[in-house]
């Protein structure tokens, strides 16, 4: 199958999977592969808009089903849409919130229409169908959408992978029958869509997924339904399962992966797009990604070292704040410690995306090692 007409390969690596690649949004060029931070209710946690692109951040991931409950989609329709309610005019990607209905295990049920659920901030009822999350991506104005899906938790059977698989393929039938009839001032018609494929943690159901939804006029392709506690290299085979299976020349997406190495065996494996909370989370609880490993700011072994978080590390805090220093400040509880460090680890993560970027097209390995669990 062709290329998607959003998306052009630009270089592949002679060792992998591993390509380079551009998406087109409506809203600017996206280079892959690329790490969107994520902003669930429109902010990226204790960062401004300015930051992230001085940062070298591409597009960022917000969330329907948060933004539906609060402040509204009314609220962020009558700003002008996502991009202005939170001055980013960059792209965005709006994930439908199937992995958060589906996490309140105890507060929904799976419906003919879609799923019924109590929202975790009020307990109200809402009915979340494949069409009213098109509708509400539509009105969030993002660049790329996900119709509905359903992810489930892990371990789960091979019934309920295959239920899943089925449901979730029936959901993108209905999603994209509600974009072709749907009024073409909703925006809908300048988003992007890219189909979920599920299946649990059985290559062949994942495959037999892939192929379904390849057989659908999406835009890409979103691996869902992973990292929910499985063993890493269970992640990895049933990625590397829809390599034959996946059109070439279309933007494939892995759904919540972060971590650096989890990112470079992720591109090996012919990923192009990913997302995770990962570096924000970590910075706000005091541990800096380096190369050396991971970095425990905390640790009173800082408290007279006036070095970088990271040598070498081009980053606002990097260039101004010691280790000691920003010790003190979590130690002293002040928020300011969180900021810097999440700063710099958003930033780790889009250098890394950068080197990848350069190492695919001059055919060098991508197989860089990060030892994740190891303090630095």
Known sequence: MAERSCFRVQARSPRSAARTGVLRTASGEVPTPVFMPVGTLGVVKLLE??????????????????????????????????????????????????????????????????????????????????????????????????????????????????????LTGEWLRRSLAWRANADPCEGNRRQLIFGIIQGGMWADLRRACAQEVA????????????????????????????KEVLPPGCPVYLMGVGAPADMVEAVRLGVDMMDSVYPTRMGRHGVALTAMGRLQVKNASLARDHRPLEEGCDCPTCARYSRAYIRH??????????RLVSVHNVRFLTRLAEELRRRIPAGEEVGLTFPDEKEG
């Open 329 to 338: 400040l979590f130690a002293a509880g002040e928020s300011l410690g969180g």
């Open 49 to 166: 808009p300015s930051d992230l692109e001085a940062l070298g951040v591409r597009m960022l991931l917000s969330n329907a089903y948060h933004l539906y409950l609060r402040p509204g989609v009314e609220v962020v329709e009558a700003a002008g849409g996502l991009h202005r309610f939170m001055s980013w005019p960059h792209p965005i990607l709006t994930d439908s919130g199937g992995f958060q209905v589906f996490s309140l295990a105890p507060f929904r049920r799976i419906t003919p229409q879609g799923v019924e659920f109590r929202s975790h901030l009020d307990g109200s009822l809402h009915l979340w169908t494949p069409e009213k999350v098109m509708e509400v991506q539509a009105k969030l104005g993002a660049d790329v959408i996900v119709p509905l899906d359903v992810c489930l938790p892990y371990p789960a059977t091979r019934e309920e992978a295959r239920e899943a698989a089925r």
């Open 215 to 242: 057989g659908f006029p999406v835009d890409g392709f979103a691996v869902g339904g992973l990292s929910v506690g499985e063993p890493r290299a269970l992640t990895w085979e049933m990625v590397a399962a829809l």
